[in-house]
């Protein structure tokens, strides 16, 4: 795979993300998370982030919260100059999306991976039961 993606978010939600990813898709080397933790200031957040992209060539950041502290460090350093590709909003769709298009060759479209994959399954069933009488 060429393209890396890291996962941001406050506390461990990116980290257990990555796990339950995993679950389906299988282990996982090119993605990396950074958690905000609560004893942790905004530059503390941005100290372990720039750790992990030091490493890294081409990267995808998702966000867990479009204006917590961890979207609002990165979108400090895209203000800052740094080149870097932000999605806020992060869900288990768009992280197979990304592994998808990494295996397949296929462009990202973690936007509508993300919209497409929300529905309310109550009104779901009830087209589906209406469509078969």
Do not use: W
Request: charged letters at 25%.
């Amino acid at each position: 795979m060429g393209k890396n993606l890291v996962l941001v978010s406050h506390g461990l939600f990116c980290e257990e993300l990555k796990k339950s990813t995993e679950m389906i898709m299988g282990p996982q080397e090119n993605i990396y998370t950074v958690g905000l933790l609560p004893s942790e200031s905004a530059e503390d957040f941005r100290v372990k982030f720039e750790a992990v992209i030091a490493e890294l060539d081409e990267f995808v950041v998702l966000a867990d919260l479009m204006g917590g502290t961890p979207c609002n460090v990165v979108s400090r350093m895209i203000l800052e100059g740094q080149a870097i590709d932000l999605y806020a909003g992060m869900n288990m769709p768009m992280v197979i999306d990304f592994i998808n298009s990494e295996m397949i060759g296929t462009e990202l479209a973690l936007v509508e991976s993300a919209t497409n994959n929300i529905c309310h399954v109550n009104e779901r069933i009830n087209s589906d039961d209406d469509e078969d009488e």
